[in-house]
């Protein structure tokens, strides 16, 4: 008796993920998910540079700033709420600092394009169609700082308009780097704001764009992983959803992210990774008498094995 429907995923890529390879992960939240789970492997890997970005129009907005090599300047804060944010930020960048707040968001723009013409492959999770624009300028918002709603346009995208906006940004960066590997996916976060009704639309607005664009820059090099069908059709259960029944629980998180990561990574690779995890669940353990002698000798053990590590594979990240 089969009490699942298994989703179906893609065929393995021809070129598969290694230690060494450089990647760049942004989106919502979920990409986070992913991201953080490959860092936690030893990837080396960038994770959201602006923080959480919904919306397709600010992460082609910040995909195209990175292409551009063109550090933030104080001019483009605003002060809101006691805070200086940026329009293109997610609040984790504001301070009530100017300073700082551009501190924080050129550091993590640095790190971002200093491996951008070496990068192999960008994840990207797709969140939302629904978009924020400034109705004094009609400029996209990847995050209104809790400003009043007056300020602010929200309308439902398009198909043509965001396949417009996001596709020569990706034609972009394929061109200038023949080995990238693009991968999407669907955030199977629901937005309830709208009701179950608009947030499908939502959804479904996203898959046709993300269609029309992998049609459009070829099945060889533009991915689509069914993340967002994974929660929808193979768990289906809110059983799997965090407390609030939107969020995935950490438990499907953890459930995607590693078939993500299993999927994505060639044998080797996946034998290292599981090498990693175990060294990592070793060093992160804490008894219960940290001052037993026989804890102290451990310890002394362990960090040896972790050098020793270290200087056989210089390729994994160690953080």
């Avoid at 069914?226 to 969020?247: K, N, Q, S, V």
Wanted: hydrophobic share 40%.
């Amino acid at each position: 008796m089969n009490l699942q429907t298994k989703v179906r995923l893609p065929e393995p890529l021809r070129v598969r993920l290694s230690y060494g390879n450089q990647l760049l992960s942004m989106g919502s939240c979920f990409s986070e998910h992913i991201g953080n789970h490959l860092r936690h492997l030893g990837h080396h890997i960038s994770v959201n540079p602006y923080g959480i970005a919904y919306n397709p129009v600010s992460i082609a907005m910040g995909l195209e700033r990175l292409l551009e090599q063109r550090p933030y300047e104080a001019s483009e804060l605003f002060a809101w709420g006691g805070l200086y944010h940026s329009r293109g930020h997610h609040g984790s960048f504001s301070s009530a600092s100017p300073e700082r707040s551009l501190e924080l968001i050129n550091e993590a723009y640095g790190a971002a394009t200093a491996h951008l013409g070496a990068l192999r492959y960008l994840l990207i999770t797709w969140g939302t169609a629904w978009i924020y624009s400034e109705q004094a300028t009609g400029e996209v918002v990847s995050n209104c700082h809790k400003r009043p709603e007056r300020d602010f346009e929200r309308r439902l995208w398009t198909v043509e308009e965001l396949v417009a906006c996001v596709r020569p940004v990706l034609t972009r960066l394929l061109e200038q780097n023949p080995e990238l590997q693009i991968i999407t996916t669907i955030s199977p976060i629901r937005h309830l704001r709208d009701g179950a009704h608009g947030n499908q639309l939502s959804k479904a607005t996203l898959l046709l764009m993300d269609e029309a664009l992998r049609a459009s820059l070829g099945h060889e090099r533009y991915v689509y992983y069914p993340a967002y069908e994974l929660l929808m059709d193979e768990l289906r259960d809110y059983r799997f959803y965090a407390e609030d029944m939107a969020h995935p629980s950490l438990q499907t998180q953890r459930y995607i992210a590693e078939g993500f990561a299993a999927w994505l990574m060639d044998t080797p690779t996946t034998q290292l990774a599981e090498h990693v995890r175990r060294l990592k669940a070793q060093v992160a353990h804490r008894p219960l008498h940290s001052d037993h002698p026989d804890w102290q000798l451990q310890q002394e053990q362990l960090a040896m094995l972790v050098d020793s590590f270290r200087l056989q594979h210089p390729e994994v990240l160690w953080d």
